[in-house]
């Protein structure tokens, strides 16, 4: 019979002394997979910190738990759960810290859990993870190892961690005070010491969730290889330890004047969508196909770009303020071509009043006429490739287009994209982009290129095709052969007196009879034998024909009584 562990009990420590859960399957503590890959049990007992800061206290939720794998000591055997098994797993007296860090801080940490020699090392600093996601490449040189971190919320939702954003976490008093190289922790801000220990909180855990869930689900990957071969190894990663140091460089300063922004191609458009792209092919490697084009909605950008050494907090986050993502869509032509009319139905009369929507753009060339009717202001659309050469956009072709998540749901009439054949969202914010790009390409290069252009109305004729042709329709079936109908009986007539037939070979004649001659009896034909199994099986062969009686003279028919001659006489006969 289990005992249920109340919240007080929980609280004061555990105190329980029968069970107080049940787990069906054995949960190795072995030294090895602790400390090199993800586990069960490290997913357990990590799982279980972040349930208790939520269910055992009244401080917000946490969005991850890190615990250093030498922190578990024991196997969770299947079974009854007790607190004699639970301290065997959780020796060491470990309490709960509650943290606030930047992203560059968790980075920072995942480092130093995969500082060590892995797997040889005994050293047990390898974190083990609740709402984080990371992947490192245990071959690279130390403080580079980890290729790709993101959080994960309780509703399944994968982001990115953002260096310069902040987060709560859980951890130990040991690693919270510096313990096993976790010193980052050491200078971290902290919230609260709620005094709850890791083995109560696994208690309350396993009372609620019992009998336990188990297993792991892809929170830590290990990649190997040099850096590039391996799509889990990027090239290139986001910087995660430089939010207030320079970063890059910009040589010229980039205008972001709203006016020119809302309508004409301007270098800071340039520089972003160029930047975006990059960002997007180099983050994921072989995960996404190759952008065709980028598509910003000019109202994103929020700030211009000074010609000085650049950091991410106050010069690129400034920029794309609004914490957007990005997001991969497969449209047609006809689409893309629609998107750019939505960009450009704003009126362009008042600078002051310009939309938000107009487009800037890369892998795009367009031009445009701000005084035809609306729907119909594109005068031309190219795709441009990267060697440069311009391909007008083919409305039943399919193009790989990156935009933000804003646009992608339909934001700033942009309802076409809600369309799209194919979203993939990348997570990727737009600053973080940004800042990667900054980072590998300082100093930065940019200018205006014949992107976008303007018409005077009357000056331009319009050559887009802005339509995909309906296929021709299927030619139709032909009809069925028609059945032939037998030809009409012909007209009845008035007939002279009917001649007697001679017999067919095939029949026996018909017996002819006078009005007031009794019907001829027939003699019965021998029992026919029964022909074998046929499809169709063959007349029988005639009777012999009976002695034919003479008939008495036949008196012809008065004329005005004519009659219809009957049928021949079928060959089966009543006796």
């Known amino acids: 019979m289990l005992q249920r562990l109340t919240l007080s009990q929980a609280r004061r420590g555990l105190k329980a002394l029968g069970a107080i859960g049940?787990?069906?399957?054995?949960?190795?503590?072995?030294?090895?997979?602790?400390?090199?890959?993800?586990?069960?049990?490290?997913?357990?007992?990590?799982?279980?910190?972040?349930?208790?800061?939520?269910?055992?206290?009244?401080?917000?939720?946490?969005?991850?738990?890190?615990?250093?794998?030498?922190?578990i000591d024991d196997d969770l055997p299947a079974g009854d759960i007790t607190a004699t098994q639970l301290q065997k797993v959780l020796p060491y007296g470990s309490t709960l810290v509650v943290l606030n860090v930047t992203g560059a801080q968790i980075i920072a940490a995942l480092e130093n859990g995969v500082s060590v020699e892995i797997p040889s090392s005994t050293d047990g600093r390898f974190p083990q993870v609740s709402g984080l996601i990371y992947t490192y490449n245990a071959s690279a040189p130390v403080g580079r190892?980890?290729?790709?971190?993101?959080?994960?919320?309780?509703?399944?939702?994968?982001?990115?961690?953002?260096?310069?954003?902040?987060?709560?976490i859980i951890v130990n008093d040991y690693m919270a005070g510096g313990g096993d190289g976790y010193s980052v922790f050491a200078t971290a801000a902290r919230i609260s010491s709620p005094s709850i220990l890791a083995t109560t909180a696994v208690a309350a855990y396993a009372t609620a969730f019992s009998p336990l869930p188990s297993g792991t689900d892809g929170r830590i990957t290990a990649c190997s290889g040099a850096p590039g071969t391996n799509p889990k190894c990027p090239l290139v990663r986001v910087t995660m330890d430089r939010c207030i140091f320079p970063i890059g460089s910009n040589p010229t300063a980039l205008s972001g004047a709203e006016a020119s922004l809302r309508s004409t191609e301007t270098a800071l458009g340039n520089l972003l969508c160029d930047g975006l792209r990059w960002a997007v092919a180099n983050l994921t490697g072989s995960l996404l196909p190759p952008t065709d084009a980028c598509l910003i909605n000019s109202g994103t950008i929020r700030a211009g770009l000074p010609a000085v050494n650049l950091s991410v907090t106050s010069h690129l986050q400034p920029i794309v303020p609004f914490g957007n993502s990005?997001?991969?869509?497969?449209?047609?032509?006809?689409?893309?071509?629609?998107?750019?009319?939505?960009?450009?139905?704003?009126?362009?009369?008042?600078s002051s009043a310009l939309a938000g929507r107009f487009p800037q753009v890369s892998g795009v060339v367009f031009q445009y006429d701000s005084a035809a009717p609306v729907g119909s202001r594109i005068i031309s659309a190219g795709i441009r490739s990267a060697a440069g050469a311009v391909a007008p956009v083919d409305p039943c072709k399919t193009y790989v287009v990156l935009v933000n998540d804003y646009m992608a749901g339909g934001s700033d009439g942009y309802t076409v994209f809600t369309s799209a054949s194919k979203v993939v969202p990348t997570g990727i914010p737009m600053a973080t982009a940004l800042a990667t790009f900054t980072l590998a390409r300082s100093p930065l290069v940019s200018g205006v290129d014949g992107r976008i252009t303007t018409c005077t109305s009357g000056t331009c004729t319009r050559s887009v095709n802005a339509a995909c042709p309906s296929p021709p329709p299927a030619a139709p079936s032909p009809p069925p052969p028609a059945t032939p109908n037998p030809p009409p009986p012909?007209?009845?007539?008035?007939?002279?007196?009917?001649?007697?037939?001679?017999?067919?070979?095939?029949?026996?004649?018909?017996?002819?009879?006078?009005?007031?001659?009794?019907?001829?009896?027939?003699?019965?034909?021998?029992?026919?034998?029964?022909?074998?199994?046929?499809?169709?099986?063959?007349?029988?062969?005639?009777?012999?024909?009976?002695?034919?009686?003479?008939?008495?003279?036949?008196?012809?028919?008065?004329?005005?009584?004519?009659?219809?001659?009957?049928?021949?006489?079928?060959?089966?006969?009543?006796?």
Do not use: H
């Not at 309780?154 to 260096?163: C, D, L, N, R, T």
């Not at 997001?327 to 008042?350: K, M, P, R, W």
């Not at 029988?540 to 004329?559: A, I």
């Open 22 to 71: 049940s787990n069906p399957t054995t949960l190795s503590a072995a030294k090895g997979p602790l400390r090199s890959t993800e586990t069960a049990l490290g997913n357990l007992v990590t799982d279980a910190l972040r349930w208790a800061l939520t269910n055992l206290t009244s401080l917000p939720a946490a969005d991850a738990a890190i615990i250093n794998g030498g922190a």
């Open 145 to 168: 190892r980890i290729t790709s971190a993101s959080t994960k919320s309780a509703s399944g939702s994968v982001q990115p961690i953002y260096p310069c954003r902040r987060y709560v």
């Open 326 to 350: 990005l997001v991969v869509l497969s449209i047609t032509g006809e689409q893309l071509i629609a998107a750019l009319e939505n960009g450009v139905s704003g009126s362009f009369a008042n």
């Open 490 to 575: 012909s007209p009845s007539a008035p007939l002279d007196p009917i001649p007697v037939k001679s017999p067919s070979p095939a029949r026996s004649p018909a017996i002819v009879r006078s009005p007031a001659s009794p019907r001829a009896v027939r003699s019965p034909s021998p029992p026919k034998p029964n022909p074998p199994p046929r499809p169709s099986p063959p007349p029988p062969k005639p009777s012999p024909p009976p002695p034919k009686s003479p008939s008495p003279p036949r008196t012809p028919r008065s004329p005005a009584v004519p009659r219809i001659p009957r049928s021949p006489p079928k060959e089966t006969f009543r006796g």
